[in-house]
């Protein structure tokens, strides 16, 4: 099983407006071996309820990996299918030793326009 690469756009804080608010520049960073599968049905109404939002896909991402991932945009395309939205939960990494594979993390992705 092999993943797919993703752009990850890592925001970083630059500064402040003049309402004090901050200002972030955004890189974009490739990272492979991304396993991508789209949200069931009651994965769907379940985080709806939770969040809020309608996650579209959940991103696993490979052991060792330290990109920032929540709140960050990222981009994929799956066969002829383009995808751009916004990672807004991410859940803690498990023990590396305990998952047989090799990604231990995950990212819920919704989209926006």
């Not at 993943?3 to 974009?28: M, Q, S």
């Not at 994965?43 to 969040?51: F, K």
């Not at 052991?63 to 990222?74: P, R, S």
Request: proline residues 4%; aromatic residues 14%; charged residues 20%.
């Amino acid at each position: 099983m092999t993943g797919i690469d993703v752009t990850l756009y890592e925001r970083t804080k630059t500064g402040t407006d003049e309402f004090n608010h901050p200002i972030y520049t955004e890189t974009a960073v490739t990272v492979s071996d991304i396993i991508v599968a789209p949200m069931t049905p009651t994965d769907v109404i379940t985080i709806s309820q939770l969040y809020g939002k309608h996650a579209q896909y959940q991103l696993y991402i490979p052991k060792g990996d330290a990109h920032a991932w929540e709140d960050n945009k990222v981009a994929f395309t799956i066969g002829d299918i383009a995808f751009e939205g916004r990672v807004f939960a991410y859940t803690d990494a498990y023990i590396e030793s305990m998952v047989p594979l090799r990604w231990n993390k995950c990212a819920w992705v919704e989209h926006y326009e």
